[in-house]
C-alpha cells in the first residue's frame, strides 16, 4: 500500500520561507512523477508544482513561478517544496501526490493524473 506523509507546513509571516517535504512508502518511488496542489477553504484543489520521475522536467503554476521550487531525492523517496517570498494568499493545505505517469502526460498538473495522496499539510501566511 502506497503511503504519502508531508510535513514541513506551518505559519510563516509574509516574505518568509517554509519547506515542505512528503516521503512515499509502499511502492517505487521512482516510478512516480510527483506533484504538489493546495486547496483554500472553500475552493477547489489546485496545481501548484510537478516533477517527473527523473528530475528532468518541472512545471509550476504561474504564480509560483519564482518562488517555490520543487525537487526530489530518488535515493530518500522524498520530494520537497520550498517556498520563498510567501504570500497571504498562498494560505492553503498543502497535498503531495504519486502518480504513475499516463501515455503522453508532459506537466501533470491535473489532479486525475495521480494515484495517491497525502494527508496534506497547512500552511497560513499572515499579513
Known amino acids: 500500500q502506497v503511503q504519502l506523509v508531508e510535513s514541513g507546513g506551518g505559519l510563516v509571516q509574509a516574505g518568509g520561507s517554509l519547506r515542505l517535504s512528503c516521503t512515499v512508502s509502499?511502492?517505487?518511488?521512482?516510478?512516480?512523477?510527483m506533484g504538489w496542489f493546495r486547496q483554500a477553504p472553500g475552493k477547489e484543489r489546485k496545481f501548484v508544482a510537478s516533477i517527473n520521475k527523473s528530475a528532468s522536467n518541472l512545471y509550476y503554476e504561474d504564480i509560483v513561478v519564482d518562488r517555490f521550487t520543487i525537487s526530489r531525492d530518488n535515493a530518500k523517496n522524498t520530494v520537497y517544496l520550498q517556498m520563498d517570498l510567501l504570500k497571504p494568499e498562498d494560505t492553503a493545505v498543502y497535498y503531495c501526490?504519486?502518480?504513475?505517469?499516463?501515455?503522453?502526460?508532459?506537466?501533470?498538473?491535473?489532479?486525475?493524473?495521480?494515484?495517491?495522496w497525502g494527508q496534506g499539510t497547512q500552511v497560513t501566511v499572515s499579513s
Open positions: 501526490a504519486a502518480g504513475l505517469p499516463r501515455p503522453g502526460a508532459v506537466v501533470a498538473n491535473s489532479v486525475s493524473e495521480y494515484d495517491y
Open positions: 509502499g511502492g517505487t518511488f521512482s516510478s512516480f512523477h
